[in-house]
Nanobody, 128 residues
């Protein structure tokens, strides 16, 4: 069993930066690929970024490529999302997800039901 708890959300002006963190419980964290997803009001949850469990390779949605960076610290059981040059359209609830032994690219394209665990989310609001 893995529990995921997100933190770091808040209100930021357009063009600003924010860093989200996801703390995971469980001894096998390093066997899970980790991802960030987001859900804006009235929209479906969508993939943002993922990082592979073994190689640390990353994969990003086109909408955030070059602005967001995902990283993980297996020693601390955490995964982070550094968000720079934030835009109004980045406003959403951001969720951390875990999937057992897969790749970041596969995680980006699989059904949301394919995730093994989800956090409860943290709200990011970008203002003008």
């Amino acid at each position: 069993q893995v529990q995921l708890v997100e933190s770091g959300g808040g209100l930021v002006q357009a063009g600003g930066s924010l860093r989200l963190s996801c703390a995971a419980s469980g001894r096998t964290f390093n066997k899970y690929s980790m991802g960030w997803f987001r859900q804006a009001p009235g929209r479906e949850r969508e993939f943002v970024a993922a990082i592979t469990w073994s190689s640390g390779s990353t994969y990003y949605a086109d909408s955030v490529k070059g602005r967001f960076t995902i990283s993980r610290d297996n020693a601390k059981n955490t995964v982070s999302l550094q968000m720079n040059t934030l835009k109004l359209e980045d406003t959403a609830v951001y969720y951390c997800a875990a999937r057992w032994i897969t790749t970041a690219q596969l995680m980006a394209h699989m059904s949301l039901d394919g995730m093994d665990y989800w956090g409860k989310g943290t709200l990011v609001t970008v203002s003008s």
